[in-house]
């Protein structure tokens, strides 16, 4: 049974930093991609990032770019979003994914999904 934990949001004021991390367990994590989704209140879920197999491919939606790093630990099976400069338009629950593939921002994922962790930036 696949599993994904999110932890490491909270409450933080713009311009502030939070790093993100997502346990993943049940399948064969380091074949996969993963990527990082989010949605805030009232909005449609967002791809953020995503990062492939071998951490060597990343994508980075317009809004997070050069803001936020995505990266893996395969021996931990561990996915990180490290968010940067944050501002209050990035607050959200955010979401890790089990990939199929992504190409750029087109993407399919597996449906296996956490609980998400909240991410609140005040102004």
């Known amino acids: 049974q696949v599993q994904l934990v999110e932890s490491g949001g909270g409450l933080v004021q713009a311009g502030g930093s939070l790093r993100l991390a997502c346990a993943a367990s049940?399948?064969?994590?380091?074949?996969?991609?993963m990527g990082w989704l989010r949605q805030a209140p009232g909005k449609e879920r967002e791809f953020v990032a995503a990062i492939s197999w071998s951490g060597v491919t990343t994508y980075y939606a317009d809004s997070v770019k050069g803001r936020f790093t995505i990266s893996r630990d395969n021996a931990k099976n561990m996915v990180y979003l490290l968010m940067n400069s944050l501002k209050p338009e990035d607050t959200a629950v955010y979401y890790c994914?089990?990939?199929?593939?992504?190409?750029?921002?087109?993407?399919?994922?597996?449906?296996?999904w956490g609980q998400g962790t909240q991410v609140t930036v005040s102004s």
């Open positions: 049940g399948r064969t994590f380091s074949s996969y991609a």
């Open positions: 994914n089990i990939l199929k593939w992504f190409d750029g921002s087109h993407y399919e994922g597996w449906d296996y």
